[in-house]
């Protein structure tokens, strides 16, 4: 008996610093995985390698389908609601090229952990490298699908002025709440597989209520109530997130309150991703 409590006495408490849970090790994560960033760039870039891979045309895939969407999709709904394609074609295309860049971004980043079971398991990497990995895929995609606005600015020349600029700290919002997105619904759907399924019906619904494919003036115009139809389309944050990166480059002024608006959901999501960092990213490994 005594030697029990001999034994019990020799045994040290575990210091605090090696709790799983705390600020400390999720800022340390995420700091060792910028670090690391030759790896992510490295992975990324195989990402798109790999999935076209053995294909003819290669990446450009991305640039094609994109851009034959984009132009179908504006013909048919600038002759639906009687546009100017000179237009309304440039609108529907930047549209498409940064929704295509929130979609994966959730989507993509929601699978991030589960499709890297192997590499999880078998390499000793801060789970924020998968993060900066998917991100970092994102823009690669996104530099692909810019092409084809640059064309369409050649064939319908837009008014742009000196807010063009504005796009880089818009980009820069984009890639600041694709890194929180990845973060809390890669972990989160890691451990409930439905939710990558309730995001994929989620972003479909999404996509229909913003405006992309239709501008807010010809809903206007065709209801009459264009005031009270706003107000709806103001409630959904990808409207002000289109508008702070669409409106430089189509040579217009974007309102202050988009840019706060993109700033306060930007900040609530970093708040969510250090709370799932801090309690779950210990257990991503096991979850996979």
């Given at each position: 008996?005594?030697?029990?409590?001999?034994?019990q006495?020799?045994?040290?408490p575990?210091?605090?610093?090696?709790?799983?849970?705390?600020?400390?090790?999720?800022?340390?994560?995420m700091?060792?995985?910028?670090?690391?960033?030759?790896?992510?760039?490295?992975?990324?870039?195989?990402?798109?390698?790999?999935?076209?891979?053995?294909?003819?045309?290669?990446?450009?895939?991305?640039?094609?389908?994109?851009?034959?969407?984009?132009?179908?999709?504006?013909?048919?709904?600038?002759?639906?609601?009687?546009?100017?394609?000179?237009?309304?074609?440039?609108?529907?295309?930047?549209?498409?090229?940064?929704?295509?860049?929130?979609?994966?971004?959730?989507?993509?980043?929601?699978?991030?952990?589960?499709?890297?079971?192997?590499?999880?398991?078998?390499?000793?990497?801060?789970?924020?490298?998968?993060?900066?990995?998917?991100?970092?895929?994102?823009?690669i995609?996104?530099a692909?699908n810019?092409?084809?606005?640059?064309?369409?600015?050649?064939?319908?020349?837009?008014?742009?002025?000196?807010?063009v600029?504005?796009?880089?700290?818009?980009?820069?919002?984009?890639?600041?709440?694709?890194?929180?997105?990845?973060?809390?619904?890669?972990?989160?759907?890691?451990?409930?597989?439905?939710?990558?399924?309730?995001?994929?019906?989620?972003?479909?619904?999404?996509?229909f209520?913003?405006?992309?494919?239709?501008?807010?003036?010809?809903?206007?115009?065709?209801?009459g109530?264009?005031?009270?139809?706003?107000?709806?389309?103001?409630?959904?944050?990808?409207?002000?997130?289109?508008?702070i990166?669409?409106?430089?480059?189509?040579?217009?002024?974007?309102?202050?309150?988009?840019?706060?608006?993109?700033?306060?959901?930007?900040?609530?999501?970093?708040?969510?991703?250090?709370l799932?960092?801090?309690?779950?990213?210990?257990?991503?490994?096991?979850?996979?």
């Amino acid at each position: 008996m005594s030697a029990e409590v001999n034994d019990q006495r020799i045994i040290p408490p575990p210091p605090p610093g090696i709790q799983s849970r705390s600020l400390r090790r999720a800022f340390s994560d995420m700091a060792a995985g910028l670090r690391s960033r030759e790896l992510w760039l490295h992975l990324g870039w195989q990402d798109i390698k790999q999935r076209y891979r053995r294909s003819v045309l290669g990446p450009l895939w991305i640039t094609i389908a994109t851009g034959v969407t984009a132009v179908a999709m504006g013909l048919l709904y600038g002759e639906l609601f009687h546009m100017d394609i000179k237009t309304f074609l440039p609108y529907v295309t930047l549209g498409f090229i940064f929704w295509n860049f929130i979609q994966n971004s959730i989507l993509d980043g929601a699978e991030v952990f589960s499709k890297n079971e192997g590499l999880i398991k078998q390499l000793p990497a801060p789970v924020s490298v998968h993060v900066y990995r998917n991100s970092w895929r994102q823009l690669i995609i996104f530099a692909h699908n810019i092409v084809i606005y640059l064309v369409i600015l050649i064939v319908f020349p837009q008014p742009l002025n000196w807010t063009v600029v504005l796009v880089i700290p818009a980009i820069a919002l984009f890639v600041l709440n694709g890194i929180w997105v990845t973060i809390v619904f890669g972990i989160l759907s890691t451990r409930f597989r439905d939710i990558g399924q309730l995001l994929t019906t989620a972003v479909q619904l999404v996509f229909f209520m913003t405006p992309i494919i239709w501008t807010t003036d010809s809903l206007g115009r065709q209801t009459g109530e264009q005031s009270e139809r706003l107000k709806l389309v103001e409630l959904n944050p990808m409207y002000h997130y289109l508008e702070i990166t669409r409106g430089p480059l189509l040579g217009q002024s974007v309102a202050f309150y988009h840019w706060l608006i993109v700033l306060a959901c930007t900040a609530v999501g970093w708040l969510m991703a250090i709370l799932v960092m801090r309690n779950y990213r210990a257990r991503v490994a096991y979850w996979v």
